[in-house]
């Protein structure tokens, strides 16, 4: 009986970390990397693309001063591009060759600290006061 209870509510903690939960930017900012990429893995593909759209959006805005318009032009193109299929299973195959692209030609213009930073989760995060 302590094992099916045990695995009951194994199983039960299974499903309920399995269920994508909302996040904002901000809060997402105050995990640890290691918690940010732990969080990314469960939101919903709405929400991944909300959180990295807003991480590039805020680093745009804090750097924009320093950029060429090419560049200010290629970061709006990212923000552009990242939407809720681009992290859907069903979808993302179809994104997966335009961001290649996409990718190349934003390297040429930004260092890879750069794109680092405004791009993924793992840069630092830009809080807005």
């Known amino acids: 009986m302590h094992r099916i209870l045990v695995s009951v509510v194994t199983l039960m903690s299974i499903v309920v970390s399995a269920q994508p939960v909302s996040i904002d930017y901000d ?12 969080t990314f893995n469960v ?5 991944r693309a909300e959180l990295i759209r807003t991480r590039i959006t805020r ?3 804090a750097n924009s001063a320093r950029l ?9 193109e990212n923000i552009a ?12 195959s179809a994104f997966q060759a335009r961001a290649k692209e ?10 890879y600290e750069e794109m680092r930073q405004a ?11």
Request: net charge negative; proline share 0%; charged share 25%.
């Open 27 to 38: 809060t997402f900012c105050a995990q640890n990397e290691q918690e940010r990429i732990r």
């Open 43 to 47: 939101v919903s593909a709405e929400t």
């Open 59 to 61: 680093w745009l805005d």
């Open 68 to 76: 060429s318009l090419e560049q200010v032009a290629m970061i709006r």
């Open 81 to 92: 591009f990242v939407t809720a299929d681009a992290y859907r299973e069903e979808t993302r």
């Open 102 to 111: 996409l990718e190349q030609r934003t390297a040429a213009l930004f260092t």
């Open 119 to 129: 791009l993924t989760i793992h840069g630092d995060c830009v809080v807005v006061k």
